[in-house]
């Protein structure tokens, strides 16, 4: 095999890693919280806290929260300080809630930044305190649910049991953590070798053809 065939085969090969490689989302998602993604509250929380998939980067006004009143005619919004990232897990921001919030829904808003990738983010959740929510916040909970890309509360449990050819047309998603980018993994590497192979032949086929027509000449 001559030299321009074997760049060929690694070229054929590459692209098929690049279109079959899993790729990973970027910036610290929200993972869970306290309180939970519309969790109903018999009282006042004392503190509030998020997780995200990522550690974050402590960096003044990187990392901040805000906590808003979305049900009473006299809605309000007031910043959370200080905000706390701990040594043990730098997953976790955390604020003292010094304020008696009344019976209402209530949303928890931040913005972060990965110590991963350097990255920002931001989102909110809702939660409620002694009160349930009504049809029409249910759906707007449910509309924020899916743009943190999590399954709203019992959505999960209710849902019918999935098939196997359901379960392998619904694409996953991933998130990425620590081992993200570690290694290529069986299927990136198989790939290669069925790309790798694949361009080999078909090279190998045109330089055939090609000599023959070369002696047919």
Known sequence: MNKSRLLLALAVGALAVWFNAPTASAHAAYESSSPDFAEELNQSPAEVSLRFTQELFRRDGANRLWLSATRTSDAWEVELTPVAISNEDRHVMRASLDLDLEPGRYTLRWTNLSAE????????????????????????????????????????????????????????????????????????????AVGGFAALVVTGALGFHLGSRRRSV
Do not use: M
């Not at 959505?155 to 620590?178: F, K, L, M, N, Y």
């Open 117 to 192: 990738d350097g990255d920002t983010d931001s989102g909110s959740i809702p939660f409620y305190v002694a009160a349930e929510p009504t049809i029409s916040e249910i759906e707007q909970d449910r509309a924020i649910a899916q743009e943190l890309l999590i399954a709203y509360p019992g959505d999960e449990a209710d849902a019918p049991a999935a098939t196997d050819t359901a379960a392998a047309a619904t694409p996953a998603v991933v998130r990425s953590d620590r081992s993200d980018g570690a290694s290529l993994g069986a299927g990136p590497i198989i790939w290669l």
